[in-house]
């Protein structure tokens, strides 16, 4: 008879503790969301510095062209030198798909974006380019920081094309 009760007892602990957990989990995606639009209010504004800030101290980005940067510094000077180039200008936009933690203070955030306003080797604007992102978020504290980004573009579908 003493496994029912144990097993009871541990339901009525974890029940107790669940509406706790759900308002924080809530509160964390709330957050995560808000530093998205603060990222697209800082890439919109041209703001190398405040862009870079919303990353970990050793966070890094790989873009869809496979180029990685790692580091708040080596990111604020990469986002300063896009902005004076192709970026000058740009628009982003972006939309959080899911938000799935594997710690409460790790997250993984998988999203779509697309970047008007582009400037080709020409100097022509170029159309919108629209593409996936995959981010690791890391809870310092009360702030969530970027501590891995992946932009992606999709391949064109192709009847040949393997799924994975």
């Known amino acids: 008879m003493r496994v029912p009760w144990m097993a009871l007892g541990i339901l009525v602990l974890a029940a107790g503790s669940g509406p706790a957990a759900f308002a924080q989990r809530a509160d964390d995606e709330a957050r995560i969301r808000r530093h998205l639009e603060r990222y697209t209010a800082a890439w919109n504004r041209g703001d190398a510095k405040a862009l870079a800030s919303l990353y970990d101290v050793e966070g890094a980005i790989t873009s869809a062209s496979g180029h990685t940067i790692q580091g708040r510094d080596a990111l604020e000077k990469g986002f300063a030198e896009g902005f ?13 798909g899911t938000i799935r933690f594997l710690k409460p203070d790790i997250a993984v ?44 573009l999709p391949a064109p579908a192709s009847p040949a094309a393997p799924v994975i």
């Not at 180039?85 to 959080?96: D, P, Y």
């Not at 999203?111 to 919108?128: A, D, K």
């Open 109 to 152: 955030v998988e999203g779509v974006w697309e970047l008007s306003g582009l400037r080709g080797p020409n100097g022509e604007e170029m159309p919108p380019v629209k593409g996936l992102s995959l981010a690791v978020y890391v809870n310092k504290g009360r702030e969530w920081l970027l501590a891995v980004g992946q932009t992606m």
């Open 84 to 96: 004076a180039g192709a970026n000058k200008g740009s628009r982003m936009t972006a939309i959080v």
